[in-house]
């Protein structure tokens, strides 16, 4: 996500400010180590770590920023464009969201459970256009549920650097409590828990993956 935000500016020569979510400092720092190998002047890319309501706020209100793109929740992208306003700056956000994925009839049905599969379970779900509902027309829609659970159940849950695993945990303990809430929340609303759906012993803040229908 951060290379979303800095490949377009860097390709119109602009120099850039980037503050990384305060769950997640370490990826976005291994990344500036990298410009730093590949020669990047010092300078262009400039990472802050910190929290939101005090780093974050700080770059938003600063008046030497022209541009501020944030990626988050609806609640702080409407305290970002207010803020933003004080300078005039322009703001692009994308805020919270439930992507749709749309499986019709006449589809080749193997190939649309293997890409609804990545977009749903891609980076354990964390990711901002995660295909998080698939609707599915009703004809072929059991058929679809079986390859669909068949395929998920198959996806180990673990540590990212051990070997087979392809779910990684979740961000924080706030989050991986979000996700059982929403699992109990679905189970008693009369949706049907296909596979997982409860969260994995151990340290660290792993939920089996989950498919309801």
């Known amino acids: 996500m951060a290379t979303w935000k ?36 010092r300078g262009v890319v400039n990472v802050l770590n910190g929290f939101g309501l005090t780093c974050g706020a700080h770059m938003v209100a600063h008046p030497d920023v022209d541009k501020v793109a944030f990626t988050g929740s609806t609640d702080i992208g409407k305290v970002i464009q207010r803020e933003a306003a004080a300078t005039l700056k322009n703001v692009t956000l994308e805020l919270g969201g439930k ?9 080749d049905l193997d190939a649309a459970v293997e890409g609804t599969s990545f977009g749903l379970f891609f980076n ?28 998920a159940s198959k996806i180990t849950t673990g540590p990212g650097l051990t070997s087979g695993a392809a779910q990684g945990p979740q961000v924080d303990q706030e989050q991986l409590e979000k996700i059982d809430r929403l699992v109990k929340t679905g189970k008693q609303q ?13 340290p660290g803040y792993f939920f089996q993956l989950v498919f309801l229908s």
Not at 16 to 32: F, G, N
Not at 141 to 147: A, D, G, L, N, S
């Open 6 to 41: 800095l490949a377009p500016a860097l390709a119109a020569g602009c120099t850039i400010v980037i503050k990384s979510a305060e769950q997640t400092p370490l990826s976005l720092l291994h990344l500036a180590s990298l410009f730093s190998e590949a020669g990047l002047p």
């Open 99 to 107: 992507s749709p994925a749309i499986v019709f009839p006449d589809c």
């Open 124 to 151: 354990a779900g964390q990711c901002c256009c995660a295909s998080s509902r698939i609707f599915v027309h009703e004809d072929i829609y059991e058929q679809f549920v079986e390859r669909a659970g068949a395929r």
């Open 190 to 202: 009369g949706a049907r828990l296909v596979v997982g759906g409860e969260k994995v012993g151990g």
